[in-house]
Nanobody
Framework: QVQLVVSGGGLVQPGGSLRLSCAAS????????MSWYRQAPGKERELVAT????????NYPDSVKGRFTISRDNAKNMVYLQMNSLRPEDTAMYYC?????????WGQGTQVTVSS
């Protein structure tokens, strides 16, 4: 049974930091590219970070570049999203995604709220 269990969301003040974790099971984790997406109310789901399966190359949109860092631990089947210098516009539900060829798996999402 495929599972992506996300944790680490919460309420943080502007300028603060949060670290999201995604624990994967039920599939060959090291074969999959891993990503984090987010979706704010009334907006489309947005890709915020990707890390490849092979050499760990990362990619970010301009909106989070320099503030967010994705990493993975293939030995532990874990992927992380370190979020620094958070802004109110980062408020959204954050999702973990695993992708390989035609296969896509999604975690349950965790709410991140940036507010004073």
């Amino acid at each position: 049974q495929v599972q992506l269990v996300v944790s680490g969301g919460g309420l943080v003040q502007p300028g603060g930091s949060l670290r999201l974790s995604c624990a994967a099971s039920g599939f060959m984790f090291s074969d999959y590219a891993m990503s984090w997406y987010r979706q704010a109310p009334g907006k489309e789901r947005e890709l915020v970070a990707t890390i490849t399966r092979a050499d760990g190359t990362t990619n970010y949109p301009d909106s989070v570049k320099g503030r967010f860092t994705i990493s993975r631990d293939n030995a532990k089947n874990m992927v992380y999203l370190q979020m620094n210098s958070l802004r109110p516009e980062d408020t959204a539900m954050y999702y973990c995604n695993a992708h390989w060829r035609w296969k896509d798996y999604w975690g349950q999402g965790t709410q991140v709220t940036v507010s004073s």
